[in-house]
């Protein structure tokens, strides 16, 4: 949708007149265009119905192009003159951004629209939700009037201020002045000019008042009519432009430079939806890779990121501390698994999986067991791209063969093969206590995705298994390294996967919905044996990342578990989880598909053979969901906020992918 949001800095600067005088100037101008309300409160009752006098207004200035008279272009009516949300209320009536949102684009599709607020942006719609929630749904330049009056640099510069944080672009602001003035007119010149400065806007308008308030028609749309060139500026940008520049120029995970596979763009995201450059609206599956675990836009955590931006974004953490740092590694430490008290902030989950491996071989060498320089791990796990990392990733759908000169050589056994849901058999641990016997004097750690191996194959093992490792860790003095990068934070219905072995790791590390899926942020848990024995004799953990505790990152955090732990997220997920196995159950008839298997809020469908990924990419695109499949897996791990229709919209989706793509 084209076109602009009129709001004011208060009800009653003039808003409608300003409305109705763009929309005679743009149709004077030979555009195609519309003035809309989404809710119209103070409404007349006639034998005609609710009359809107606003509305009357628009009619009248655009009558010239309107022969037949002027649409019903309010989306919602009430008598009473008060806030939208009251009388909504008293009409027993309720209004969601989405909904009136969704009503304005129906009014205003192929047209410019112009949309014109009710009173300012925080005027309340109910539910927590005020006018700038709307305002973000449409996503149009705002146009702000301004009565020049005392005390309105003020409104104007919080008017100003509150559309800017919302995400939301400026076009201008127009003054009007709607009392006659008292002297020779230099201070209303001086406000406008403050305006401007502090504002960092442009005045599209500064409409006099003329005969006591008596302003005619013409005087507005003559104003407005000048400042056409000025809004025309406010240009969209070129969007297949800017894909081919980044198909040129810009690298995407595990893409090439030459041949990029396909990529969309996103304008902005909110809940479960990521929104894109054409309004499209794509349900999310992914959760950004896992992370965005409350979904996108969460107003506690916009406000989280957005207080601490108010204080300081970041300091470094060499010598300095601070709050958001200090309450998260609380926080960390009282939900972690028992005996897990020391933290260590990382930039990335790569790197918390790096600092954990070097935790691991110093605790060693301090102890003197200086031959345990190696890991152990199992096949089919993913713990990130850095050396360390990929050193302890599957050695096949890795990356070892290409860097093979480089990572160091570690130990594996066998994928654990016991399913979670089968009985437990015992065999299926057997090679590896074998390996970790053999090489035990020279193992420092072993490294496991606990019960989830993630994006090593999507593969849910037998918490048994867990705990057998967690023995023969014990058994051989060896550490045990687990990666809840990907499983913490609820994921698989526990808190942390540990849980459903009812094991504790000597090294634990965190990372993706950590902070909400706002910033980059991991960490690197260790007990007090493993932190007090490198410490040992001086000893220091030797990592610093220069972004080391961020206090945004932190901030979020914080906000992200409070949130967590205010929510019924084990409802939440547990739901998910019947509703995954609901949608994705036809999938298991389909004859390509290999295995269907859901967990928390995690589905999978393996495939017999690797999957088409732009092909599937661009049918899910058009049928209004965002997956990303790999492999033979086409899988979804969505915000814990998605509902029962979203998921039942994921699992037809990918069933009639599947079914169509067979019979091509
Ligand atoms: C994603 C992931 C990582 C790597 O985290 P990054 O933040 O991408 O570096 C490590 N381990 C597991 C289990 C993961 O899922």
């Known amino acids: ?85 009251l009388a909504a209320d008293m009409a ?25 607020g009710a009173g300012g942006v925080a005027v309340p719609l109910g539910d927590g939700m005020t006018m700038l929630d709307l305002m973000q749904r449409l996503d149009l330049p705002v146009i ?18 509150m559309v800017r944080n919302a995400g939301l672009s400026v076009a201008g602001v127009v003054i009007n002045n709607t009392t006659p003035v008292s002297d020779d007119g230099s201070l209303r010149r001086s406000n406008v000019a403050t305006i401007e400065e502090y504002g960092d806007v442009s005045i599209l308008a500064d409409i006099p008042n003329c ?60 809940g479960t939806r990521l929104i894109l450059e054409d309004d499209t609206e794509l349900v999310d599956g992914m959760a950004s890779w896992w992370c965005a675990i409350h979904g996108y836009a969460h107003p506690t955590l916009d406000r989280a990121m957005r207080e601490q931006q108010g204080r300081m974004s970041h300091v470094m953490f060499g010598g300095l501390t601070h709050d958001p740092a200090i309450s998260l590694c609380r926080k960390l430490i009282d939900l972690a698994p028992e005996g897990l008290e020391h933290v260590f902030l990382a930039d990335s989950g790569s790197v918390s999986v790096e600092v954990a491996l070097k935790m691991a071989l110093q605790y060693m060498q301090t102890k003197g067991e200086v031959e345990r320089t ?21 050695p096949n759908n890795g990356m070892h063969h290409l860097f093979s000169g480089l990572l160091p050589k570690q130990i594996f056994a066998p994928r654990p093969a016991c399913r979670f849901d089968e009985e437990y058999d015992p065999s299926s641990l057997e090679e590896a206590a074998r390996v970790l016997k053999k090489h035990s004097s020279e193992i420092a750690a072993i490294i496991v995705e606990p019960i989830v191996q993630g994006a090593g194959g999507m593969w849910f093992y037998h918490p048994e298994y867990l705990r057998g490792l967690r023995a023969l860790a014990d058994e051989h003095g060896i550490l045990l390294i687990l990666d809840e990068i990907a499983t913490g934070f609820g994921r698989t219905g526990k808190f942390f996967a540990s849980e459903w072995a009812g094991i504790s790791p000597d090294i634990l590390c965190v990372g993706k919905g950590l902070s909400g899926g706002y910033m980059t942020l991991a960490a690197t848990l260790a007990t007090s044996e493993v932190a007090h024995t490198i410490s040992a004799d001086g000893g220091v953990l030797m990592h610093g990342p220069t972004f080391m505790g961020n206090p945004l990152a932190c901030a979020v955090a914080n906000a992200s578990l409070d949130l967590l732990q205010q929510t019924d997220w084990q409802s939440q997920v547990h739901n998910i989880e019947t ?33 088409n990924v732009p092909q599937l990419q661009e049918q899910f695109i058009q049928r209004g969901v965002w997956l990303r499949p790999f492999g033979k897996l086409i899988y979804a791990m969505p915000p814990y906020i998605i509902s029962e229709e979203e998921v039942a919209r994921i699992g037809a989706v990918i069933h009639n992918a599947i079914a169509e793509n067979r019979h091509q």
């Open 1 to 85: 949708m084209t076109g602009f949001f009129i709001t004011g800095t208060d009800t009653g600067v003039g808003k409608t007149c300003i409305t109705a005088a763009l929309l005679r100037a743009f149709l004077d101008a030979g555009r195609h265009a519309l003035a809309v309300k989404p809710v119209q409160t103070g409404c007349l009752k006639t034998e005609h119905g609710l009359v809107a006098e606003d509305a009357e207004v628009y009619g009248r200035l655009a009558a010239p192009y309107f022969p037949d008279g002027y649409p019903e272009v309010c989306c919602r009516k009430y008598i009473p003159a008060c806030s939208p949300h």
């Open 92 to 116: 027993g009536d309720t209004l969601t951004p989405d909904t009136l949102a969704e009503e304005v684009r129906t009014l205003g599709a192929n047209t410019l629209t112009l949309v014109e």
């Open 144 to 161: 702000i009037v301004a009565d020049n009056k005392l005390g309105m640099i003020n409104h104007t510069l919080m008017t100003i201020e």
């Open 211 to 270: 005969d006591g308030g008596t302003k005619s028609d013409a005087l507005f749309v003559e104003a407005m009519a000048k400042a056409l060139p000025l809004l025309d500026s406010t240009a969209k940008s070129d969007v297949q432009n800017d894909l081919n520049f980044d198909a040129d120029h810009i690298w995407h995970p595990y893409t090439s430079a030459t041949n990029p596979l396909p990529t969309v763009k996103v304008r902005s995201a909110r």
């Open 374 to 394: 190696k890991l152990f791990t199992v096949r089919g796990g993913y713990h990130g791209d850095t050396c360390g990392a990929m050193s302890v990733c599957d």
């Open 579 to 611: 509703w995954l196995n609901q949608a994705l159950a036809p999938c298991r008839e389909l004859r390509d598909v290999a295995n269907v298997r859901v967990l928390g809020a995690i589905g999978v469908v393996e495939l017999d053979a690797p999957v």
